[in-house]
Nanobody, 117 residues
């Protein structure tokens, strides 16, 4: 019943831009903080960005600051990640996560982003 569905991934050239989206259903979206994580081949999953339940606060991993922007549209139950100035090292599966305190955590299935010439 609870679903997080990512979309918008694909192949992009270095220096290019991409926006990935995550549409949520089955829970009260506006009560949940949302975040994006990524996992590259052979690497651990890492936090990319987070946003509070109504969008008042955001946080980013240092390597993503200035290049990536997280946003949400609660009317559409959607969280976005705008990625600019993409580098090959950004290649990963990108996952969205919904969090409410310590007790409710939901994960999407991920969307592949490949940065390559």
């Amino acid at each position: 019943q609870v679903q997080l569905v990512e979309s918008g991934g694909g192949l992009v050239q270095p220096g290019g831009s991409l926006r990935v989206s995550c549409v949520a259903s089955g829970f009260t979206f506006s009560r949940y903080a949302m975040s994006w994580y990524r996992q590259a081949p052979g690497k651990e999953r890492e936090l990319v960005a987070g946003i509070s339940n109504i969008g008042g606060s955001t946080n980013y991993a240092d390597s993503m600051k200035g290049r990536f922007t997280i946003s949400r549209d609660n009317a559409k139950n959607t969280v976005y990640l705008q990625m600019n100035s993409l580098k090959p090292e950004d290649t990963a599966v990108y996952y969205c996560k919904a969090s409410r305190g310590m007790w409710s955590n939901y994960w999407g299935q991920g969307t592949q982003v490949t940065v390559s010439s």
